[in-house]
């Protein structure tokens, strides 16, 4: 019943995961079709393939986000450590 009200009204999209800045997953909230943002910024079917390679997107993102926080944290380090 819930997929009538899709072909009728369209889906309902909602954003279920933040794989980086540019890339983002959703979920029709009706009918639970997914979608993601492909390297060209369009929406595509989330197929197993895409999941995989969003997998590997938000690990690097992970680490590139890291990266910066441990960097800002040394510098902030590096600020509070003033000899005496
Ligand atoms: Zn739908």
Redesign the pocket.
Known sequence: M??I??KMFG??FHVTRDVTFHVKEYT?V????QLTTNSNGSLIELTPKFKEINDILERIHHKRMMKKINNKKATNKKEVLIPA
């Not at 009706?30 to 079709?33: A, D, E, L, W």
């Open positions: 819930k997929q009200q899709c889906h309902d029709c009706n009918c639970h079709k």
